[in-house]
């Protein structure tokens, strides 16, 4: 079970599966889906990937938003596998200008 994640400042936090249903429930949203049970069970999918890739590793944020947009892509879900690939992409840009402008 992955009890840790990695996060791109290299702290180590705890795992918390509900912010990648969070995530995804926000894909869904901005597609015009509805569906509440979707990302709780795609989560579900994410989670045992993870678990299988990181038997004895800390993945990284990047590894599991990696994993997530290849379960969208696997359920069908293309079109919220491509808000999320977008939103992810926006969120970089940010961080990066962030980081030029040296605003923590």
Do not use: N
């Given at each position: 079970?992955?009890?840790?994640?990695?996060?791109?400042?290299?702290?180590?936090?705890?795992?918390?599966?509900a912010k990648?249903?969070?995530?995804?429930?926000?894909?869904?949203?901005?597609?015009?889906?509805?569906?509440?049970?979707?990302?709780?069970?795609?989560?579900?999918?994410?989670?045992?990937?993870?678990?299988?890739?990181?038997?004895?590793a800390?993945?990284?944020?990047?590894?599991?938003?990696?994993?997530?947009e290849?379960?969208?892509?696997?359920?069908?879900?293309?079109?919220?596998?491509?808000?999320?690939?977008?939103?992810?992409?926006?969120?970089?840009?940010?961080?990066?200008?962030?980081?030029?402008?040296?605003?923590?």
């Open positions: 079970m992955i009890g840790s994640i990695k996060k791109r400042d290299g702290r180590i936090e705890d795992f918390q599966p990648i249903t969070v995530a995804i429930g926000k894909a869904f949203k901005a597609v015009g889906i509805g569906d509440s049970k979707a990302p709780s069970e795609l989560t579900k999918h994410v989670v045992k990937i993870a678990e299988e890739r990181f038997p004895d800390v993945p990284g944020v990047e590894d599991i938003q990696d994993i997530v290849r379960v969208l892509i696997d359920a069908g879900y293309a079109d919220v596998a491509k808000a999320y690939i977008l939103y992810r992409q926006r969120r970089s840009e940010i961080r990066d200008a962030k980081r030029y402008l040296g605003v923590a």
